[in-house]
């Protein structure tokens, strides 16, 4: 870790102000963001709402709440109607969905809404044993199975995403019941765990990263202890989990114990050099590994999170942000293996690498984190989603087929048009949470420094520490411009605030300026930092250069050799069949030719500007072999950013168009 | 089909000359094959017959020839001690064993090969049941459930490969005891399905083609009645597998019985338009319906086989000939996908796809036929062994990447070099028949017509109907030059031979002389046929156009768009890493750049000539993604051939190259 390894919360003088706090002090204003943050109070939550309490016609049955129910009564009663139904992890749509609820209230005060998660919350803590355990599967259906497949059942995974509500709905609403409850369920873990001395360690992680919100949340530091432990004991014995099927032998779902990449435990994660297995679970578990690295200043897995995030954005990542290049255990397969049309790509696997980068920023400081966390958010995770918030993608492939994508055995998992709700209901919601807690990915303080990562319009509110509210306007990603202005509590005198604006790599040039002068900045590891402090009266103005441009990928990866795709600001664009005589694959990118840039299209897939290349459209061959070569004609490509593909109907769509003169 | 629909037996006004009389009356000379046969000789069959003696040391144990041990102790005394190994087809190694074996005994007469394939034919008398019943899997360890799964137990997959064996060994020899033993056992399965009435069909074809073949030899019309019914009822019902199973639910793999293209039931034959499941039972069946076709004169089936071998041809071929573009399956996918890297493209469906061809051959005379055939075999076929007959490949892929090919998830099965031999061991024997029966390839004659299709250099006797032999001398496929000489028969007149020679669509001219002159001939459907016909004192000489050409697949096929491929004459090239800086994923071909062909390089892989084509060498950026296009210089880029690739150790392979100015 570089000499600017300082941490975000253990070098504060004042209060903390963790990452949680942003997503209630900041609020997204008009712009690009706003759209979405209205999508998900309006669309995308009470969905999932209805699903989780099977009113969807049509669809399958989620039974999260009836789960819920059942578990209660039969805590209650001693018995209850009925069968466990779902996935083993099924409580955690429940979880991921109130949290997702939490930070809608956060931004839009709902009583309704919040009763109805009260009520929620409260059939959660009337399904909780009496020593604290948490889990419907195991209380409904397995109650003398316990604890003993951790490698399958899901329940520190279940219980990591519940705290993590718990944690964001105290945050949000003030409101301490949901914590209590996840407090006893934590208790719990640390008894058997720790106090009890019980062997093994996640087959799916998140209980770490959620463990150390909690104990930022509550301070109390066996949460921190506890995530450390399951930390610390992964891959230690990489045969935990054969051992313990040995010991057990009941199943869940028949993964293969001497897989030891697939849960990431081939070695002690303090000597893992490579993002390997389940794509979620490892960026999960990079997420903890990286915040208990800041919490606790440990280098050494400072250092380990550091190779991994390397590994990850230099050879198993797409210029989408998306990662996981095999369906076949949703998972990283080698480097520099990276096919566009079989890619899994799956939306929660960028958003866990979200998660990763956002606590590598923190830890580190440096802009290339924030870059990757812009670079999956406007890509892969926003194309997860049907633009009107109503369907969803799992796979975000880059580059669609029709006749094969989503048919040839190959191909299954890679649909070219969104279906409508899953049976694993894992990336909706995750979406949906990701969205409301934006803020957490914008900006970031440390004592002496705010920094501005992400450019969401609206306000940030920075009155206990400066007096005020720090507003950014701008139309943003598709305008260039940005404005910040710092305005006074009523009554109280604004501070100076000491800014760090990210400069994002592809902006060759960036104009900075102080009330319309060049501003007097240290440009240093991809961050403007503004001499000076600014107040009241001030107005920072950002203009970043957003001419297209061209990427090129390492020749070591073969899908791309002798391809370019476009990008203009964060946005990778992508050609669709639609825009372009149903055939893209004809298509190539003249070597040194113009792109244009449209106006803003109001009108057009909610609000884009395409792009229009000079290009070659080369005849087709009807025979599949030929030694004729294809003529080629100029023409002009047209071009829509990659997050609004497949929205219109099933076409063809390619990020990587081959390039020549 | 066309007006040329005539059929090659049929029509005969004289001794029908049949495809397998061709073995016998051909011999292969000195010159590229020459060497292929004495390795299959000397090399390939040895090891193959110590292997299913589990002879070799460290190798898994094929137990063929101790299944058969077995199942006559059992027949003979009632029981026997030990259990059946290997898989449920194990028989059909021996089959495809001694069908080699016969080949080679009437190239190479050999008396203790001959008397080795004697007693073990005597052994595979001795463990048929009395009604004729013939396989050991059943008789030794599921003696109750004869005929109870078609869809998974191969029984008449294995009986087809015997019947298979038993023709050629008699033609071959001139012994028939195994003759007499399959025709016991097509009798037998003569009664079971026709006279008795039993349902279904097999779910892995060979018995259909193989019929044919036995009718052929024997002239039994039962036998082409049965090869018909098996025809004719497939897919007819297609849940006829689905039935099956819920009769008898016992199961071998598990196949799913839903799935009705795997084994190319989803309609009745003469509808099928789409060339769909696993690739070797696909085309084994449609050899069977070509056969069939051609000795009925059914035009409607005849159609169908058209329209399939169109449909592989132009959307589901690659260039090598290798077909199957999916692992999963073994399996043909969808039209136009065609992966390089992790195509399945196994060596037994390029085998099957030359014996398909070679039918419709059989059935049209267009020349079209013919070059598959010679693409396949030069390039797929070839390449499934390495060069000194002691490796083999499954899977033949158009693009190696060590590191990533092989061992990500997606590319276990596409391995980058030769494993040593394989617990299911089809392809090697398999290769082993078909270099053993070339002849049958490499000519074929009708009334009037006398069809020269591959260029094999060696003498073919046709003193019955010629007085004489057809001496083929070449250098082919690294020479174009091709000459025919006539050869009377001692103290007889040789009679005028009509030839037709195919005129292979890369030969953009071809010059043909009779005795150093143009000679007079009409070029039809790929052929030049001679007019006159030519005797003793004539001279033929053939001198195509061997000018390196480049490949273009069409833009339907992703994978290639922007690239191209070399060709000269038959044979398909590749970039190695090891004649290309251990890079060849940063190089492309300049677009009209020069292309040297080597002088014949004897000492190099066995003889190849090598190309050296002008083309362009990138700098690889570090950087995964990056704004900079990578910096190109000229540069030399080495071609050898592609069936001579991964003969060097493990190193990187590509057939697409970009292609750029």
Redesign the interface.
């Known amino acids: 870790m570089p000499p600017a390894f300082r941490t975000m919360y253990t070098d504060m003088e004042g209060e903390a102000m963790g990452d949680l706090r942003l997503v209630k002090d900041f609020q997204v204003g008009e712009g690009f963001f706003g759209r979405y943050e209205k999508l998900v109070q309006e669309v995308v939550l009470p969905y999932q709402e209805r699903a989780l309490n099977d009113q969807i016609e049509g669809a399958e049955k989620s039974h999260c709440i009836e789960n819920f129910r059942m578990a209660a009564e039969k805590l209650k009663t001693g018995h209850c109607d009925g069968e466990f139904y779902g996935m083993v992890f099924q409580d955690s749509d429940v979880a991921k969905w109130l949290e997702g609820a939490a930070y809608s209230l956060a931004q839009n005060p709902d009583e309704d809404l919040e009763k109805r998660c009260d009520e929620i919350i409260e059939l959660i803590g009337a399904a909780q044993q009496k020593d604290g355990y948490l889990n419907t599967y195991f209380t409904v259906k397995e109650p003398d199975k316990r604890w003993t497949n951790l490698h399958e059942a899901h329940e520190l995974y279940c219980a990591g995403h519940m705290i993590e509500a718990a944690v964001a709905y105290a945050e949000c609403t003030g409101k301490g019941r949901l914590l209590e409850i996840m407090c006893d369920m934590a208790d719990h873990i640390y008894r058997h765990f720790i106090e009890e001395g019980a062997e093994g360690y996640p087959g799916h992680p998140e209980i770490e990263l959620a463990l150390m919100r909690l104990y930022r949340s509550t301070k109390e530091e066996r949460y921190k202890e506890l995530a450390l432990h399951f930390i610390n004991v992964r891959g230690v014995d990489p045969d935990y989990y054969k051992k313990e099927m040995e010991k057990n032998p009941w199943r869940v779902w028949g993964n293969n114990p001497d897989d030891k990449e697939y849960a990431q435990n081939y070695a002690p994660v303090r000597q893992q050099d490579k993002a390997v297995g389940h794509a979620v679970r490892a960026v999960y578990l990079y997420t903890g590994m990286a915040d208990a690295a800041m919490e606790t200043g440990d280098t050494e897995l400072a250092n380990a999170c550091k190779t991994l995030w390397d590994n990850i954005?230099?050879?198993r990542?797409y210029?989408t942000g998306a990662i996981g290049?095999?369906?076949?255990?949703e998972?990283f397969?080698?480097?520099?293996?990276l096919?566009n049309?079989?890619a899994y790509a799956e939306t929660c696997a960028a958003i866990g690498l979200i998660f990763f980068s956002n606590k590598m920023l923190y830890l580190a400081h440096e802009g290339k984190y924030a870059d990757v966390v812009e670079r999956a958010l406007y890509n892969c995770v926003l194309a997860g989603m049907q633009l009107d918030g109503t369907k969803f993608f799992y796979v975000n492939p880059l580059?669609a087929?029709p006749?094969?994508s989503g048919?040839?055995?190959?191909?299954k998992h890679a649909l070219p048009v969104r279906p409508k709700w899953f049976a694993c209901a894992c990336c909706p919601p995750n979406v949906a949470r990701l969205l409301g807690s934006l803020a957490e990915y914008t900006w970031h303080v440390i004592p002496g420094t705010l920094f501005s990562n992400l450019f969401v319009a609206g306000t940030l509110d920075v009155s206990d520490r400066f007096g005020g509210r720090v507003v950014l306007k701008t139309d943003y990603p598709y305008d260039n411009k940005l404005e910040y202005r710092f305005v006074p509590q009523e009554g109280r005198e604004m501070m100076e605030v000491p800014l760090a604006i990210r400069i994002p790599a592809?902006s060759k040039e960036t104009k900075i300026c102080l009330n319309g002068k060049t501003a007097d900045c240290e440009i240093r590891d991809g961050y403007a930092y503004m001499r000076g402090a600014y107040t009241a009266e001030d107005v920072i103005t950002v203009e970043f250069d957003m001419a297209v441009?061209?990427?090129?990928?390492?020749?070591?990866?073969?899908a791309n050799?002798?391809?370019?795709a476009l990008?203009r600001g964060p946005l990778i664009y992508c050609a669709e069949g639609v825009d372009n005589e149903n055939?893209v694959?004809?298509l190539?990118l003249k070597r040194d030719g113009e792109v244009k840039v449209s106006e803003y299209l109001a009108d057009e897939l909610f609000g884009i500007k395409k792009l229009y290349a000079e290009g070659w459209r080369?005849t087709?061959?009807?025979?599949?072999?030929?030694?004729?070569?294809?003529e080629a004609k100029p023409c002009t490509i047209t071009f829509v950013p990659y997050y609004t593909w497949g929205n219109r109907g099933l076409n063809q769509m390619?990020v990587w168009i081959?390039?020549?003169?």
Chains 1, 2 share one sequence.
């Open positions: 954005t230099q050879h990542m210029v290049s095999a369906y076949e255990g998972a397969t080698k480097d520099d293996h096919p049309d079989t580059e087929l006749g094969i048919e040839a055995q190959t191909h592809w441009r061209r990427v090129y990928t390492s020749n070591r990866v073969s050799t002798g391809r370019t990008q055939d694959l004809s190539s080369e087709v061959n009807e025979e599949l072999y030929s030694f004729k070569r294809q390619r081959p390039e020549r003169d």
